[in-house]
């Protein structure tokens, strides 16, 4: 197990690692804007259920191999940005209310997304980043102590800190930013010209995942 002192330190440079703004809160403050505070929490727990299964990767020893193998890599990392294109597209063709509340498949009849999609969404665009198994392998053994004990508990310990820390924050921002599109929707349904309006957050939710998925296959990273 690891010491104290090496769980806080190693908590204070996860926080701060998480606190960062990058594609990853983007993709959840859309998804939360896109289906309310539900599907952004369950994005998020989606999101971080993919870093968790890193996590268990890096103490089997996993995420090594995948990092020797550039050809892995490159299908991951494009697999996950095809998916989040795909996303933006299925929101870009959808008409009406119902443009930023069902985004599972670009043809699928409006309704309300289920807990279970909203869920495998989140995983997929965070499995499908392989360059958060690298970070693990490079952050990680800063904080590991063979005279500790064990490294695979090790590495599931501090795994299920930064899970934990991570889960905190994700949830927050798909939520709050449910909340706010929510209030945002009662407040143009009082006014004229809503539907002009509703049409332009689809547009602009839209060309986020696209815009997303082109990062992520120009680069391939992703702030955790």
Do not use: C, H
């Amino acid at each position: 197990m690891p010491s104290a002192p090496t769980l806080a330190a190693f908590a204070g440079a996860s926080l701060m690692l998480i606190l960062l703004p990058g594609p990853a809160m983007l993709f959840l403050v859309a998804r939360g804007v896109a289906g309310g505070r539900r599907v952004g929490i369950m994005s998020a727990l989606g999101v971080d259920s993919a870093t968790a299964t890193f996590v268990v990767a890096t103490a089997l020893g996993l995420t090594a191999v995948l990092a020797t193998s550039a050809l892995a890599l490159s299908v991951v990392r494009f697999v996950g940005a095809g998916y989040l294109v795909w996303l933006g597209i299925g929101v870009l063709r959808r008409r009406g209310a119902d443009a930023v509340t069902a985004v599972e498949t670009p043809t699928a009849a409006p309704a309300r997304q289920s807990d279970w999609t909203s869920w495998r969404q989140g995983y997929v665009v965070g499995i499908a980043n392989p360059k958060v198994a690298l970070f693990f392998l490079a952050f990680f053994p800063q904080f590991l102590d063979p005279a500790r004990g064990s490294m695979t508990v090790q590495i599931l310990v501090l795994g299920a800190v930064f899970v934990a820390i991570g889960t905190v924050f994700d949830t927050s921002y798909g939520a709050l930013a449910g909340t706010i599109s929510a209030r945002m929707a009662r407040r143009r349904a009082e006014r004229n010209g809503s539907d002009q309006r509703s049409a332009k957050g689809r547009i602009a939710i839209g060309l986020t995942y696209i815009g997303l998925g082109g990062f992520t296959a120009a680069t391939g990273t992703r702030a955790l």
